[in-house]
């Protein structure tokens, strides 16, 4: 493969998109499985645990120089501190915007399964991916990808490593599976 058949990517979010740092190899997360699963990617990430919609935004213009593609994924830390599902839904809808300002192909990813805040933060979740539908943006199904049928609103526990974030093997499924580009 030659550069010009690279595609480069500007990932934003939180600790599900930096990759969780209790795995072994802390730099797997969704972009680097992702990329491996297509050599052409090369992702941009700025991320990190525990950030907000309104802190991951602050970030978009930094990271999307050079990029073709915005994938914009956040929005549990907003639920986990009890912020109004419309502040982070509304913060996510102007990244997207911003986004397609600058000429890139956006996508969002929706919110996964929190085992942990299960059942209490269901409701918000649900209806925060439901705001994310209603953008138009593509929608990366994060949530539907690592739900576990037989327990719905949480992951399979090979899925997860504490309950909170993906396994490498969720990680993976996530970048093969539910990564699509816009």
């Given at each position: ?35 491996e699963a297509d050599p052409r990617l090369r992702f ?75 059942p209490r933060s269901e409701a918000s979740i649900r ?56």
């Amino acid at each position: 493969m030659n550069a010009s058949d690279a595609i480069v990517v500007a990932a934003l979010g939180d600790s599900i998109t930096a990759g969780s740092p209790w795995d072994e190899d802390p730099a797997i997360g969704w972009p680097a499985a992702a990329a491996e699963a297509d050599p052409r990617l090369r992702f941009t990430v700025r991320a990190a645990y525990g950030k907000r919609t309104d802190e991951i935004a602050a970030w978009l213009d930094e990271a999307a120089p050079g990029a073709e593609v915005l994938v914009v994924q956040g929005g549990i830390n907003d639920i986990a501190q009890g912020l109004p599902v419309a502040h982070a839904a509304e913060n996510l809808r102007a990244m997207i915007r911003r986004g397609q300002e600058l000429g890139l192909r956006v996508a969002v990813a929706n919110v996964l399964p929190w085992n942990n805040g299960w059942p209490r933060s269901e409701a918000s979740i649900r209806e925060l991916n439901a705001c994310i539908v209603e953008t138009g943006a593509p929608v990366l199904p994060f949530y539907e990808t690592l739900e576990n049928p037989e327990e719905p609103g949480r992951m399979r526990e090979e899925w997860t490593s504490d309950g909170d974030h993906p396994s490498l093997e969720g990680y993976r499924r996530l970048g093969e599976l539910a990564f699509r580009l816009p």
